[in-house]
């Protein structure tokens, strides 16, 4: 059980008991990002790179839009 409320930026590490999850299409060098579902329902990412650097808390639902739009192809010029 975490001791501390769930805040947007905080550490990750703050996060304990939490299982993170990354895509099987991640690099070698760790260049992926993380997820994890928290008690709440909230989703958690991280960085892979920095495990102890800042999580980005979202709503089930506003990860629910984000994937639509990624599995849409709405963000694919970000990474051509």
């Known amino acids: 059980m975490m001791s ?3 805040l947007n930026g905080m550490s ?3 996060l304990a008991g939490v299982t993170w999850r990354k895509s099987r299409h991640s690099g070698q060098l760790g260049n992926c990002v993380e997820a994890a579902v928290l008690g709440g329902g909230e989703v ?3 960085n ?3 495990p102890g650097g800042p999580a980005l808390i979202f709503t ?3 990860m ?3 994937l639509a ?4 192809g709405e963000f694919d010029d970000v990474v051509l």
């Open 64 to 66: 629910a839009a984000f």
């Open 60 to 62: 089930r639902n506003e």
């Open 44 to 46: 958690a990412l991280r």
């Open 69 to 72: 739009g990624a599995k849409d």
């Open 12 to 14: 990750a590490l703050g």
């Open 4 to 6: 501390e409320p769930v």
């Open 48 to 50: 892979s790179r920095d």
